[in-house]
């Protein structure tokens, strides 16, 4: 730095400094962090899970801030905007889809990685089918969509199940943002905020399949790969290796190309909880997809 020069503006800086953005489909608040020197020039976007904001995945933008990405994710607002029809894909997740690629496009970025946590998975996929060019490689975290045929009971049920096991292993202390009430909190005015919005989104987690879109964006040149929990309640990896293996014995063939099948000790949402290892082994992946597709 040259004297004079003022300092780069430190993680905290710029994670307190957020964007509000209006676009045609809703708003949507974007945190957007970068170090003064970049490891790779293609940024992170990551596409939080269900009832999720940007304070649940500081420490998560932290660790990708450290290894010298730039990491940004959003929170949507649930407030404005439309979108009339929504095709093949859920309304309410088109559009998040758009939200993203209005974002990508607002903030310069010609192409992106991303790490879709849960029902993240839904609409970052979405919204590479949208525009694949978009998007380079994508590390699916306990994603929804690929636990084959699900009902609302039986996600009910497993949601519940999940909220349990969190009040024995998320932190305790209210200081800390990852801690059981905060998130328990955070999910109650989700409900009370958006009453409408949460059937919608409820019935796309447990209708919508992502096999036969990651065949198709595999074809296009973006790699996957996958990390799952194997304490996971939400979306059992025994669900997922097991419509994996049912589809091979329809057709021949497992219906998606997964370049990482990441099964790690831990439940759903251990990329918030303990960074330290869960977020740099989703970063890690990331370079280890980078580095196949430049070798391919």
Same mark, same amino acid.
């Given at each position: 730095?040259?004297?004079?020069?003022?300092?780069?503006?430190?993680?905290? *800086?710029?994670?307190?400094?957020?964007?509000?953005?209006?676009?045609?489909?809703?708003?949507?608040?974007?945190?957007?962090? =970068?170090?003064?020197?970049?490891?790779?020039?293609?940024?992170?976007?990551?596409?939080?899970?269900?009832? %999720?904001?940007?304070?649940?995945?500081?420490?998560?933008? =932290?660790?990708?801030?450290?290894? $010298?990405?730039?990491?940004?994710?959003?929170?949507?607002?649930?407030?404005?905007?439309?979108?009339?029809?929504? @095709?093949?894909?859920?309304?309410?997740?088109?559009?998040?889809?758009?939200?993203?690629?209005?974002?990508?496009?607002?903030?310069?970025?010609?192409?992106?990685?991303?790490?879709?946590? /849960?029902?993240?998975? &839904?609409?970052?996929?979405?919204?590479?089918?949208?525009?694949?060019?978009?998007?380079?490689?994508?590390?699916?975290?306990?994603?929804? $969509?690929? &636990?084959? *045929?699900?009902?609302?009971?039986?996600?009910?049920?497993?949601?519940?199940?999940?909220?349990?096991?969190?009040?024995?292993?998320?932190?305790?202390?209210?200081?800390?943002?990852? /801690?059981?009430?905060?998130?328990?909190?955070?999910?109650?005015?989700?409900?009370? %905020?958006?009453?409408?919005?949460?059937?919608?989104?409820?019935?796309?987690?447990?209708?919508?399949?992502?096999?036969?879109?990651?065949?198709?964006?595999?074809?296009?040149? &973006?790699?996957?790969?996958?990390?799952?929990?194997?304490?996971?309640?939400?979306?059992?990896?025994?669900? *997922?290796?097991? #419509?994996?293996?049912? /589809?091979?014995? /329809? #057709? @021949?063939?497992?219906?998606? %190309?997964?370049?990482?099948?990441?099964?790690?000790?831990? $439940?759903?949402? %251990?990329?918030?909880?303990?960074?330290? *290892?869960?977020?740099?082994? =989703?970063?890690?992946?990331?370079?280890?997809?980078?580095?196949?597709?430049?070798?391919?």
């Amino acid at each position: 730095m040259e004297t004079g020069e003022a300092p780069a503006p430190s993680f905290e *800086q710029q994670f307190r400094n957020r964007d509000t953005l209006k676009f045609p489909e809703g708003k949507i608040t974007v945190v957007d962090v =970068a170090p003064e020197v970049l490891k790779d020039d293609v940024p992170v976007l990551i596409a939080p899970g269900w009832a %999720e904001n940007p304070k649940t995945y500081e420490e998560t933008l =932290a660790v990708g801030f450290r290894e $010298g990405r730039r990491v940004l994710t959003v929170e949507y607002s649930g407030h404005g905007g439309k979108v009339t029809s929504g @095709g093949e894909y859920p309304k309410i997740e088109l559009q998040k889809a758009l939200l993203l690629l209005d974002v990508l496009d607002k903030k310069g970025i010609e192409k992106a990685d991303v790490i879709a946590h /849960s029902e993240g998975a &839904i609409n970052s996929l979405i919204a590479a089918m949208l525009k694949p060019d978009k998007f380079r490689n994508i590390v699916l975290d306990k994603p929804a $969509g690929l &636990i084959g *045929q699900d009902s609302i009971k039986a996600l009910a049920g497993r949601f519940k199940e999940l909220l349990s096991q969190e009040m024995k292993t998320r932190p305790k202390a209210l200081t800390d943002s990852t /801690s059981s009430i905060r998130a328990g909190g955070r999910t109650a005015r989700y409900f009370v %905020e958006h009453p409408l919005r949460v059937p919608k989104e409820v019935g796309a987690l447990t209708s919508f399949d992502l096999g036969e879109i990651m065949k198709k964006l595999w074809e296009q040149g &973006i790699k996957f790969s996958v990390i799952a929990g194997v304490d996971d309640p939400l979306f059992p990896v025994s669900r *997922q290796t097991a #419509n994996m293996l049912k /589809s091979k014995e /329809s #057709n @021949g063939v497992l219906p998606i %190309e997964i370049k990482g099948y990441y099964s790690v000790i831990g $439940g759903h949402n %251990e990329l918030s909880i303990h960074p330290g *290892q869960h977020a740099a082994l =989703a970063f890690n992946a990331l370079e280890n997809l980078r580095d196949l597709k430049d070798t391919s």
